[in-house]
């Protein structure tokens, strides 16, 4: 059995990637749970999308996950999603790591 690691990464300042049930509700939980905790609507010193760095702080930019055999290992009801906090549409980059033997 190969037990290896990989990284996933967002290298962007706005996005981050996190790991939790891909339900609509749950979804919908999270963004009024960010709108709560930096509001888009509020006044900040830094000019026009503040709400989103303060964000993207709150979240990890990176997950580490098992690859058992070469395959992801994902707990039940888990997905692994991209989360954008940024206003302006942006090409975004990831960095994928594979961690182990060959």
Not at 4 to 31: F, G, M, P, Q, W
Not at 49 to 62: E, G, Q, T, V, Y
Not at 64 to 77: Q, R
Request: aromatic share 6%; glycine share 2%.
């Amino acid at each position: 059995m190969d037990l290896n690691s990989e990284r996933i990464a967002s290298i962007n300042c706005r996005s981050v990637i996190v790991l939790t049930e891909n339900d609509y509700a749950l979804l919908n939980d999270i963004k009024i749970f960010l709108e709560e905790l930096a509001p888009k609507s509020r006044e900040y010193p830094h000019p026009s999308n503040a709400h989103s760095h303060l964000r993207s702080m709150l979240l990890p930019p990176d997950k580490t996950l098992p690859v058992i055999d070469g395959n992801i290992e994902f707990g039940t009801w888990q997905s692994l999603l991209f989360v954008e906090t940024d206003v302006y549409p942006r090409q975004r980059k990831l960095i994928l790591q594979v961690i182990g033997e060959q």
